[in-house]
């Protein structure tokens, strides 16, 4: 692998007595697309912020490029940064907040009028150069941000909760065109966000933050299938946590089920929590025989629209409620209603087993 | 920045901290500079003469209170909770005494009830001189101060509110009582500091009208002017600071929770016709109205005249001021000097100093300590900060000395006397932007200034016009900061006002204060031509 083009070396940044970044260590290679994700408070923004120079970090050292940033101002650093408030100058029209960063750069008028074109024209704004701001959209705002940021050519796309202050069609509508746009540009960029929707659909890495700390660096898939730990599992999509003990290697014990699997490395006897997606909670094609095989009362039946979310009693793993999600078509052919009575099975690789138990709820 | 901190910081510390400062000590040394702990104190409460002013300001200013916070609450009422015509008329007639000097409801008091005042016989006996006066002047000059802030807190209300109230079928009286007078507590609160703080610390109206009945504010000028004696003009001064800071802070703490009641989602309320209601509020605010626009025409209409009420005869005599005993005609152009350069230089001071106090990144205790310098003025009555110079820039050791009388230190010291209201004015504009610019700006390597110049001055421009006229019509109006500091070359001509009623030329005096007049409401009318001419003009990006 090439050398990273941002490293980030055991940061740490305390305000006061709170330490908002704990020994932060990362390394972003060029022209990737990075999320910081988490819930708020958990330290991204900070992290975002002292990536900028805008607020410089009590410890550890930030390199770019293979330069040592740390100490520079922000005027100094090499990035263009665009803000949830879109924080557009409202004087100024929507050409001239794109020329903004151009302007004094000894470049000729020409070039700047040549260049501010190509921009309104890579975010299909072009012919709204002489409006000012307060007369777009929210997402055409958003839009003209993304291209002021741009304009000066930034090494690194610093996006601040971009796309929270929009309506839910325009953001996701927005999400496929940053994407677009950032991997036609190949400009390295780092989004915060605590929507794990965007961060699922728009990164190719995702760094999971709680407490000023990474929980875990990933894919999306990885985040989602493999999550590090139980606040991952918590914090992405939706999940079931069970406790229960380990009986050997690959066998756990739930209630008055012994469950196969994946999980090796506990002693015998081990308190853990044990995770399941609603997802892979298998209703269809369960045989009788199939030592997993559980059964459960449906007590509530949820529409979703694509899916029915089923709120399952099992006895057998001790009365816990497990969420499962069945599909329509399923339901329907089946007559499953409340007070059914289904039988289920989790696939062995689908369950993730965590030490520790009742860490959740 | 920091250097541009350091720079308006020091004007602060030059202007304000070092001279009040100064003063405090000054409370606590003898005749000769030598240190005597609190004996002036001592002597200042053992003698009977002077202890009774502080009685006598404190029944004035809860008098004048009492009076003039149900009155501006009505007339505010009016305005915004009825459909009576001419709303728009009867405001601006209500802002008229914020445009003279408070020397002058005095003067036409004088000749309405004055010994051979026109109307004398409805005081039954009992003299304008005195308690009656100073009350009936300070309740014209603290109107339209009242006025605005519970005007301000009435336009809070939640239509929402009302359509509550109205649907669980709440009586009139019962929605005045739960909805009105609660949505208005704090502004009530407030304008009451105000106007007592006003009015304890004015000293234009007792100086004219409050004849052998003394004041702090009096007593402050007639130990330094009439007895030389600067020690105890100080400490009358630290007594006169006390119930003005304590109002002060009041005011702050209440102002702070009006902010927390603002910011919730509200929408505005809309009166709906009551004909019967409509006229008994228009004829409430005519009756106010009139009282006030009365005071100033009697004042023009004696200024005209040989020698009101007697001699009717039209006469420009008055106006030949520079055979009077004030300044004469140099003064009043002193007067719209001093106005102008205030206007301009306070504002760029008030609007730079306020920016960088809420826009600049670290450093944060010197912002704080700005910003508690910029608020501090608020708190210091004219008088006192005017006898604080005396102190500091006619000290023979202070190499400012040389500025003492000067056109110069009036303006120093009139930027500073209103600094207050200013810097909240541009604070507030600031606020109202994003706070992203100065980030977005330093990652397109743009330097600070250049934003300042290109998008924040552009974007705050009504703001500063409006404190450009606020500093220009307290700079012609204002007496009691002045008072102290003024040479024979740089007479104002509120100071004139001052010294021609004290020599008894009271039409004169008039005269003058109307000249005063005349000039703010021309400012006014400029100011409004010039903000609206900028709306259309650069302020384009204000319309969808």
New interface residues.
Partial sequence: MAAPYLRIQRLTKKFGAFTALDDISLEIAEGEFVCFLGPSGCGKTTLLRAI?G?DIHTSGRIEQAGRDISAL???K?D???V?Q???L????TVAKNVA??LE??RARRADVTKRVRELLDLIGLAEHTSK????LSGGQQQRVALA??L??A?GLL?LDEPLSALDAKVRVYLRHEVKQLQRRLGVTTIMVTHDQEEALTMADRIVVMNHGVIEQIGSPLQIYREPASPFVADFIGVMNFVTGTIVRDGLVRLGRVDLACEADGFAPGTQVTVAIRPEDIVVEDVAGDQREALSGRVDALTFLGSFFRADLVSEALGNVLVRADLPVDLVRRRGIAEKSVLAFAVPRERIRVYPGGALHR | MRAFIGVIGLYLVVALALPLGLMLGKSLQGPRDEFVGVANYVRYFSTPALVQSIGNSLWVASLSTVITVPLAFGYAYALTRSRMRLRGLFKTVALVPILVPSLLPGLALVYLFGNQGLIKGALRGHSIYGPIGIVMAEVFTTFPHALLIILAALALADARLYEAAVALRASRPRIFWTVTLPGARYGLISATFVVFTTVITDFGAPKVIGGQYNVLATDVYKQVIGQQNFQMGAVVSVILLVPAVFAFLVDRAVRRRQVALLSARAVPYEPKPQPGFDLAMLAYCVVIGAAILSIVAVSQYAALVKFFPYNLTFTLAHYDFDQKGGGGWASYYNSVRLALLTGVIGTVIVFVGAYLVEKARGFAFGRALFHFLAMLPMAVPGLVLGLAYIFFFNAPANPLNVLYRTMTILVLNTVVHFYTVGHLTALTALRQMDPEFETVSASLKQPFYRTFWRVTVPVCLPSTLDIAIYLFVNAMTTVSGVVFIYGPQTELASISVLNMDDTGEIASAAAMAMMIFYTNVGARGLHLLLARWLERRTQAWRRR
């Fill in positions: 900028a805008l101002p922000p005027t650093r990035f263009g940064i803000f408030s879109y924080a100058f409202p004087n100024l903004y960063g004094n750069t000012y701001p307060a007369q002021r940021a304009a000066t930034p610093l």
